[in-house]
C-alpha cells in the first residue's frame, strides 16, 4: 500500500525525512523554519554539500529532519563553528540553526564577529521569546511585562533589560550582505520568509559574504498558550517588538 | 630541501613545526607568552596555502579549530593559561566528539590572570581534563626546541590514530627561548590519515552523519562514554613516552619534565661521574603518564625527587605509579624573577637526599 | 667547550645585538647555542640582560645561574647584573668608559676596556662600543671565529646600513687588537 509520505516526498524530494517521528511540540514555530530550510536547500539543488550547525535547545534537533550533515555544536558556539569548518572547507554549503537563547544570549558573540567577519555562512536565528527546552525561562528577548518561569510578574526592562534587536545590531557590518527578520505568524508571512531564506543561502552561494535571518516564531508550550493564542500573540505582540524587514540585500 | 638549522624563539619554532608537519589552520588569541607563535604563523602560513585565523576569544579559537575538525583537516591553536581555561568547555566538546587538533599551552603562572612568567601549574589541568566528563586528551611535554620539532610528527599521528586533541604543554621560559633546532624537510603527516570515514563534509559520498556529544537516551550517553572508555584504555596501554638513564643501581631517582628534565638530564651525568647512585626519569608524555618507566626501577632505590615549576602536581603521578616503592620528595616554585628552581638548587637536595 | 655567556647593557647599546651576532656566528660555526632574556610586556629600552650559551654538545641546563664564564657589561647601571650572573672563573670585559668602579669577585678576570672612546676613534660614534668589547673577548677566549663574526657583521649590518657596516668593523677590529 502507498505510504502518505510517498507523496509527499514527491513533493519534497529528498531534503526532508518525513518518516521521522517528531520532536517538536505541536504548533512550535520550529517546524515551519524546518520545513523552509528544507525546501531551500532542496529546490537549490545543494543538499549533500551542505552541513548543518545546530545550537543547543530545540533548535538542536532540526537536523534530525532533514538528510543532511550536521554538527551540534556546544551552547551558542555554532557561528565560530561553521567559521572554522568554512575555512577549511570553503566548498561546502554551511548555516547555523539556533534559538534565541544559543545565539543572543551566550551566543552574541560569536555571532557578531562572525558577521563582522563577512565570511560567507548564513546564520538563522529562530526567535521564540523564551528558552523553550528547559522549560519557559525568560531569553534576551522576552517582550516587556512577559510573563516566564523567571519572571513570574513580567519581565521588568529596568532590572532584566530590554529585548535584545539582533539585526539591529549588524547593521553597520560591511560584510554582512543579506540581513532580514521574518515571521511565521501566518501564510503571508512564512511566504515571505521562504523568498528571504532563499536570498540568504544564495548569499553564501554566490560567496558574497554573511547572511542572517531572524524568525519570529511562536512557542504554545514556553509561552503556555494554546496554539492559536500562540500564534495571534506572535502576529501582534512579537512582531509589534521585532518588526519584520529585509534590513540588507546585497545579493544582486 | 635537506634538513635545515634554524635559531628561533621555541614559540616559533612550535610554529615552523607544526606547519612542516601538515597544519594549515591556526586559530588563536593574543596571549603572553603564546603570541609569538600566532605571529610566525601569519607569515609562514600562507606560504602553505594555510592560514593564520586571529579570533575574538579562547571560545571563538576553541570552536572555530572543533569546526575545522569536522570538515576532516588539521587545525591548531596556541594558548596559555586564561586561555586555556576558556578553551576547557569546547576541549571537553572535541574529546567527546573525537577530533583531532594540536594544541599548545605555553602555561605561565596562575591561578586568575597570574603572571606572564613561565612556569608548569597547568600540570593538572592539562592531564586531568579542566572540563566536564570523563574524557582525557593526550599531552605532550617537549623540553626543546629540538624536541618540539621531534615530538610534533608524533603529536600529529597520535591526534588522528585516536581523533583526539593532542595538547603540548611547554612551560614559559622554553617557550621564550631562543636556540637551534634542526627541522627536516616539510612532511604532511596529516595527509596520511583518510578522513572521509568520520568528517561531516556533506552526504554525498555517505548516509546522513550527525556529530552529537549529547545523547537522546542514557543508553546513547552510556555508550559513547563506553567507547571512549575502551579508547583511553588502548592510549595508555601504547602511547607512555618517557626517556630514563642510569636507572641500575640508583639510589636517588630524580623525576622531571620540561625545563626540569633538560636541567636534570644534565645533573645526573655530572652526578654520575662523581660516582653518586643518581638515575632520572623524563616523563614525555604527561598523558598517558608514563607508569611503564617505574616499573623498572631499582630494588635499592631509596628516594625519588620530583622538581617542578609549580607547587606539586605531577608528583601525585609519580606516587601513584610507585604505589608506595620509595619515599617521594619534591623541590618546586612557580613565579619569581627566576621562575623556577636552579641547577644548583636541584644539585643540592639531590646530595642532601643521597647524603640523608 | 661550553660558554655560558652574559651580556648587559642599558637601552640601544645593544646588548641584545650582541648575543644575538654571538648566537648566529655560534650557528654558522656549527655549535649549538640558546639564547635566554628577562622578558615582560611588550616595552623597549631600559636595562637588560641576555644570556647566550655556546656549547660543542647538546646544551642541558638553559639557564646561566650565576655561572656565566664570558660577560660583557656596557653601562654601569648594568654593571652589577652582570657581574652578579658571573661565575668564580672566567672573564668579564667592562666599559671602563662608563663604569668607573671595579667590584672585585675572586676568580673572575675583570679587563677594563674604554669601549665608549674607542669606539668613537675609530668609527666616530659610540654606537660600535658594543663590538669592541666583543672583539677584546674574541680575541682573548677564541669563542668565535674572527672570520665568521665578521661575515655575521656584513650580513645583518652591511644589507641594512652599509655606512654602519664599516665602522662596526672598525669597532670590533679595535677591541681585537686590544688583547
Redesign the interface.
Known sequence: MEKASDNLSSLYGKTLFLDKLFSYCPGCGHGIVTRLVAETIEAMGI?????S?VGIGCGGFS??YM????????HG?SP??????????PE??VFTYQGDGDMSAIGL??LL?AANKGLPITCLMINNTVFGMTGGQMSPTSLPGQVTATTQKGRDPHIHGYPILVPEMMLAMPGVKYLARESVADAPAIRRAGKSLRRAFECQEKNLGFAFIEFIVPCPTGLKKSVLESYDWCKNQMTAYFKPAVFIDQTE | MPEETLFLKNTETFAEAMVRCGVRYHFAYPITPASDVMKYSAMLLPQYGGRMIQMESELAVANALAGCACAGKLGATSTSGPGMSLMQETISFMAGAELPCLMLDSMRVGPGDGDIIGAQSNYFQATRGGGHGDYRVIVLAPDSGQSIVDLMPVGVKLAFTYRSPVLFVIDGVTAQMTETSTFQEPRDYAADFDTSSWRYTGTKDHPKRFLLTGSYSHSQGYELNERLRAKFEIIKEKEQRWEDQYLEGAELLLVGFGIHGRMIRELTAQLRSQNHKVGRINPISLWPFPDKAFEKIPSGLKNVLVVEMNHGQMIDDVRLALNGRAPTHFLGKTGGDTPLRTLAEIRAKALELLEG | MLYKCVFSGSGGQGSALLAKLVCQAAIIDKLKVVMTQTYGIEQRGGDSTAFVIVSDLPIGNPLVEADGNLGIALSASTYGMCLASMGNSGRLFYNSSLIKQEIEKPGLEQIPLEASDLAIEVGGSPRGLNLVLLGAAVAATKILKIETVEEVLRETIGHKKPALLESNLASFRAGLAKA
Do not use: C, P, Q
Open positions: 543538499r549533500e554539500k551542505t552541513v550547525v537536523h534530525h538528510d543532511i550533515d550536521a554538527i551540534e555544536a556546544m558556539r565560530s563553528v561553521a567559521t572554522g569548518f568554512k575555512l577549511a572547507s561546502n554549503f558573540a560569536d564577529h
